[in-house]
């Protein structure tokens, strides 16, 4: 088949597939649904290991007697060190297969898990934080990989939200943790509360592996028979297993009517050059998908959201909240509305669309960065306390979580993960982890510092900017995916597709 004739087929089947979304969201396949299930539980071990860190900090200060610097440090290495492990996850992921990179992601987070748990000292808790750091990078990276190459486009925004999900869940369990644990002797709590995440480690290690491969992977190794045979597993109809296969031999650059089982496949679709494709001599497709990458991750944690949900009891505490224990169950409910909410998102992902749902997300969030930074500002300046300041701060803190649950937050991972080509999906995907982490990391090691230099209500009205420019960023920038393909990513990401885009009500 020619390219522009495989095109236009492309675009013909987006257009209905794009109508037919808005009729009905397609039936999830259980195989499918199982896979992204057991692959996202990497997700509830960082997302656990993250909450935990916001209420563990309180007795960790008290019982190594740490200063505020090396608080910072404790928090924020974690996502430096992710950094290094999202890099290294692309190509191990390409080289080993997704199944296999989360169980290496399982074995790194039980090692850092058991390190921090025994933490006798401010140094070995940083390196098990450090060790954890880099199962989060893998973790991060491969998780919504894996649910993205096995879902069909009608299901994929669902099954790809599944990692966020988890994560939330897994903040959620942290926070629970923190109130639980930390009713016990101070030099006991918190070691449980770090270490007791090495469980579900062992957990997915050996349930991962009863999990089939990524179809798209195998398909880049050669292995057709095999990736045939997981597709008619994942898909609803044998029709729809072969129109997937159909389309990923011609995005791997095979021929369609191959009907080898194995074959030998060039280097260069295994994933050679793919640094050079992707960051020296990009196409312009895929230069824009790389900028809309990167940029999402960007804005992702550059609008705040780390600083809420990893100093949320310092924040309740500058709103007036002063028990060890309200602190701790009010940041309790920031975990329960943030996985509420990306819950109510997994549903309207494939409904609503990408696009339309992180816009009037980010909308909200400049809104609640707004009211926050004001009644924080208010609270700081006032000589009496003022119970309608407080009030509104903590409302607005639950807000601005409802509003990133339910786009920003989910639709990072689903939206960075989807729109890569299938060679170089698993670098690129990294790179955008990368920058995830390091905005992360910068934010979380940097908050206590910068809310002292402008307060902390200065500090809010400079995350409210930030969700303004984002807001921008996301109009002009980011394509609506909802109903496409992987396959057709380049072509969605094209100029000359632009009009029939629009056409399709897309953009």
Not at 221 to 236: C, D, H, M
Not at 311 to 327: E, M, Q, W
Request: proline content about 4%.
């Amino acid at each position: 088949m020619e390219p522009k004739e495989h095109t236009d087929m492309l675009e013909k089947k987006a257009s209905m597939e794009v109508e037919g979304s808005r009729e009905a969201p397609e039936k999830i396949n259980k195989v499918a649904l199982l896979c992204a299930v057991v692959g996202s539980i990497i997700s509830i071990i960082f997302g656990y290991d993250t909450g935990v860190m916001s209420g563990a900090m309180i007795f960790i200060k008290e019982d190594l007697k740490i200063n505020d610097v090396q608080v910072e440090v404790l928090a924020g290495i974690l996502n430096i060190c992710a950094l290094v492990g999202s890099l290294a996850a692309g190509r191990t992921s390409d080289y080993i297969g997704r199944r296999y990179t989360i169980v290496v992601a399982s074995i790194i987070f039980l090692i850092g898990s058991v390190l921090m748990g025994y933490g006798p000292n401010y140094p070995v808790l940083m390196t098990g934080r450090c060790i954890a750091g880099l199962g989060v990078g893998f973790a991060l990276m491969i998780a919504p990989v894996y649910s993205a190459e096995i879902s069909s486009p009608g299901t994929r925004g669902r099954l790809t939200a599944l990692p966020e999900l988890c994560i939330s869940l897994g903040i959620l369990l942290g926070y629970v943790s923190n109130y639980v644990f930390g009713k016990l002797a101070l030099t006991l709590g918190w070691r449980l509360m770090l270490g007791i995440a090495g469980v579900p480690s062992i957990v997915l290690a050996f349930g991962i592996v009863k999990m089939p491969e990524s179809p798209r992977w195998l398909v880049m190794q050669g292995r057709l028979a095999e990736a045939k045979k997981i597709l008619f597993l994942i898909s609803n109809t044998k029709e729809e297993a072969e129109a997937r296969f159909c389309d990923i031999l011609v995005a791997a650059g095979l021929d369609e009517n191959c009907k080898e089982d194995v074959i030998e496949v060039p280097k260069s679709n295994k994933g050679e050059g793919v640094w050079k494709e992707l960051l020296l001599r990009p196409t312009p497709p895929v230069r824009r998908i790389l900028i809309a990458a990167i940029g999402i991750h960007f804005f992702e944690h550059a609008t705040g959201i780390e600083a809420v949900v990893l100093y949320s009891p310092r924040i309740f505490k500058k709103a007036g909240v002063r028990s060890k224990d309200k602190l701790l169950l009010a940041t309790v409910g920031v975990g329960v509305t943030k996985t509420l909410f990306i819950l109510v998102a997994t549903f309207l992902l494939d409904k609503a669309g990408r696009r339309r749902l992180l816009l009037t997300s980010t909308g909200g969030m400049i809104v609640a960065l707004t009211g926050l930074g004001f009644c924080l500002t208010m609270v700081e300046h006032s000589k009496e306390e003022l119970t309608w300041a407080l009030s509104l701060s903590i409302v607005s803190v639950y807000v601005f979580v409802v509003f990133f649950s339910i786009g920003l937050g989910p639709i990072t991972w689903v939206y960075s993960s989807e729109i890569f080509p299938l060679k170089l999906r698993a670098q690129g995907t990294s790179i955008g982890v990368a920058v995830n982490r390091l905005t992360n990391a910068t934010i979380s090691m940097s908050f206590l510092s910068i809310y002292k230099a402008i307060t902390i209500g200065g500090t809010f009205f400079m995350f409210a900017g930030m969700a303004v420019l984002a807001w921008l960023f996301f109009f002009f920038c980011l394509p609506e995916t909802k109903g496409r393909s992987l396959e057709e990513m380049e072509m969605v990401f094209s100029k000359s597709s632009d009009t029939n885009k629009s056409r399709n009500g897309i953009v």
